[in-house]
């Protein structure tokens, strides 16, 4: 039950993670005009390291061309969910070992992404940033941390109180 409750958060953050990414590789979207202007995670990223128009530029080709391995990846992902809802929603009880197999490969899977995820920071981070713009970006990951810990912290009192 434990690693089906992380597996899915686990998806969950990929999931909103390669939407924002995808959403930012749209050049224009109806009358907001380019997304890096929109409302979002990318566009508050970009805001705070205060981007050039340059610097987003190489951050989009990067992300065309990592693109692909991340497709195929979620697509892949996609595929084991639809194996796990297969087996989950049948009539009677599910195989305890199917679950136990599925969930390895989804968990697999995931780490493949989480992965992908930080080789694409990586890049972004050495290739494209300079040095103030890293110190910042270092800040935003410390409290991206700090409220991911707030967070369990709250899920865990929630649970607690009743």
Given at each position: ?162
């Amino acid at each position: 039950m434990r690693r089906m409750v992380w597996t899915t958060v686990g998806a969950a953050l990929i999931f909103v993670g390669i939407t924002a990414a995808w959403t930012q590789s749209r050049l224009w979207r109806g009358w907001n005009g380019p997304m890096w202007f929109h409302h979002g995670p990318i566009c508050f990223v970009a805001r705070e390291l205060d981007l050039s128009d340059t610097q987003k530029s190489q951050i989009r080709s990067i992300w065309e061309g990592e693109r692909p391995n991340v497709v195929e990846l979620v697509h892949e992902f996609a595929s084991e969910q639809r194996d796990m809802d297969a087996l989950t929603f049948q009539d009677g009880a599910p195989d305890d070992g199917r679950i136990r197999d599925i969930s390895a490969r989804q968990g697999a899977t995931l780490a493949k992404l989480l992965a992908e995820k930080e080789r694409l920071t990586g890049k972004i981070y050495f290739l494209v940033l300079n040095a103030a713009q890293r110190a910042k970006a270092d800040e935003l990951r410390k409290r991206w941390n700090t409220q991911l810990g707030y967070v369990a912290d709250r899920i865990g009192n929630k649970t607690g109180r009743k």
